[in-house]
């Protein structure tokens, strides 16, 4: 599975971003899809979540901001963010989970900066 991340950028705080991913390969066993971000000098954390059947899960420093959707019909997942806060800086990964399989597949990643 290749993972192509963007829509990542400069944003002021209280702007908006939509991030996209598109997913190529052997995308057919995918369970679940997701977002994560990692700022400087810290780990690597969940976003949010979205499962085959449309549920999704969400960090809860995003709850209420951010929607995952997944386009499973086109293979591209999207994370609107909205009311964006300096602390949302971060670069932001796509990934892709195969339960079976047991195995995670990751974008480059893509940069996110909200000024104050």
């Known amino acids: 599975v290749q993972l192509q991340a963007s829509g990542g950028g400069l944003v002021q705080a209280g702007g908006y971003l939509r991030l996209s991913c598109a997913a190529s390969?052997?995308?057919?066993?995918?369970?679940?899809m997701g977002w994560f971000r990692q700022a400087p000098g810290k780990q690597r954390v969940l976003v949010a979540t979205?499962?085959?059947?449309?549920?999704?899960n969400y960090a809860d420093s995003v709850k209420g901001r951010f929607t995952i959707l997944r386009d499973i019909t086109k293979n591209i997942l999207y994370l609107q963010m909205n009311s964006l806060k300096p602390e949302d800086t971060a670069v932001y990964y796509c990934?892709?989970?195969?339960?079976?399989?047991?195995?995670?597949?990751w974008g480059k990643g893509t940069q996110v900066t909200v000024s104050s």
């Open positions: 990934n892709a989970h195969k339960t079976f399989a047991g195995v995670d597949y």
């Open positions: 390969g052997s995308v057919f066993s995918i369970n679940t």
């Open positions: 979205v499962s085959n059947g449309g549920y999704s």
